[in-house]
């Protein structure tokens, strides 16, 4: 129905950079908001960043001023540009969007598969 696809995640060190790219297929009508939740072990899976499809977004405090999110709605796919990365940026990161698949759908939430970021100190 909808696939959330995800690539870029790997291993850095410290203070290095990673992109992760989301690329949303399937039966689309509507997607927004379009953003990236992480996941630590043994913990609940919190929000990272969150784009808005009019250009406004939001960023957990502890990433803010580190990663930038954008969204290319013509391809239906976000980014999250991570820099100066931390050993407790460390996590799987999923992608995540709310899609309407059609036009008597409500919204619904869909999530990727999920990418490791490892950050080594």
């Known amino acids: 129905q909808v696939q959330l696809v995800e690539s870029g995640g790997g291993l850095v060190q410290a203070g290095g950079s990673l992109r992760l790219s989301c690329a949303a297929s399937g039966s689309i009508i509507e997607i927004n908001p379009m953003g990236w939740y992480r996941q630590h072990p043994g913990n609940e899976r919190e929000l990272v960043a969150v784009a808005i499809s009019g250009g406004s977004a939001s960023y957990a405090d502890s990433v803010k001023g580190r990663f930038t999110i954008s969204r290319d709605n013509a391809k239906k796919t976000v980014y999250l540009e991570m820099n100066s990365l931390k050993p407790e940026d460390t996590a799987v990161y999923y992608c995540?969007?709310?899609?309407?698949?059609?036009?008597?759908?409500?919204?619904?939430?869909?999530w990727g598969q999920g990418t490791q970021v490892t950050v080594s100190s």
């Open positions: 995540y969007a709310r899609v309407r698949v059609g036009p008597f759908h409500g919204m619904s939430d869909f």
